[in-house]
Nanobody, 125 residues
């Protein structure tokens, strides 16, 4: 079983930055692709994949809407994946979820089997 716990959300002024963290608990030796998704208040039925990372190799994938502003990274020793967000704007307001799944570099929610509870990000103007 895999457990994911996100942290780092909060209320930030537009134009600011935020660092999200996701700590992973899994069986020793297990490997998963990791990703960040977000769910906005105005689109509750969909989780948008914003960034994904392939373990060890460090290959990444980003949604076009966040390229240049979001950076995903991992620290294997700390079993943590990070999402740095720069130049926040109102459209970044969302619940951000960390997910782990099979070894595919994908931004599709259906590729991921394990999810955290989410961390809320609110961007104020």
């Amino acid at each position: 079983q895999v457990q994911l716990v996100e942290s780092g959300g909060g209320t930030v002024q537009a134009g600011g930055s935020l660092n999200l963290s996701c700590t992973i608990s899994a069986s020793a030796g297990s490997r998963y692709a990791l990703a960040w998704f977000r769910q906005t208040p105005w689109n509750c039925n969909e989780r948008e994949g914003v960034a994904a990372i392939y373990p060890d190799v460090g290959s990444t994938s980003y949604a076009d809407s966040v390229k240049g502003r979001f950076i995903i990274s991992q620290d294997s020793a700390k079993k943590t994946v990070y999402l740095q967000i720069f130049r926040l704007d109102a459209e970044d307001t969302a619940m951000y979820y960390c997910a782990a799944g099979r070894l595919f570099l994908s931004l599709r929610a259906s590729r991921y089997d394990f999810w955290g509870q989410g961390t809320q990000v609110i961007v104020s103007s």
